[in-house]
């Protein structure tokens, strides 16, 4: 899968950049699609995924080496200001606050939910 890269738009949209970089749109569509421009929860990740036809694992896993991740990944990360989204892919990390990284951006606890295509799911 290929990603292009999203900065989050603002400090409160970390999960709307994520989103956008998985289904190949935009933040704003995803502010519209949710009616939310602040933080998401897993709730809401889990149902925009789900309409653009990615599904995301059931369970939470705590990750301590970028070896231990799936190939394409949801990154919950507490970080020194706050509780973070962020991406991972093909072996890189598409961080919205902190850019491309070859490794987690500083974080204390890290998890992760798998995202596959869900051939299933059909986007809207």
Known sequence: MEI?????????QCGQAVLAMVLGTEPEEIVRQLCNDRETTL????????????ELG???NQVHDR???PE???????????????????????????????????????YYWTIKKCPECSPD
């Open 72 to 110: 394409l990944c949801l990154l919950s990360l507490e970080t020194p200001r706050c509780w973070h989204w962020s991406l991972y892919c093909g072996g890189v990390f598409y961080d919205p606050e902190h850019g491309v990284m070859d490794d987690f951006p500083e974080s204390g606890r890290k």
């Open 58 to 60: 059931s369970s939470r």
């Open 43 to 54: 709730k809401e990740m889990r149902s925009v995924l789900s309409s653009g036809g990615f």
């Open 67 to 69: 070896s231990e991740l």
């Open 4 to 12: 292009r890269y999203i900065h989050e738009p603002t400090d409160l």
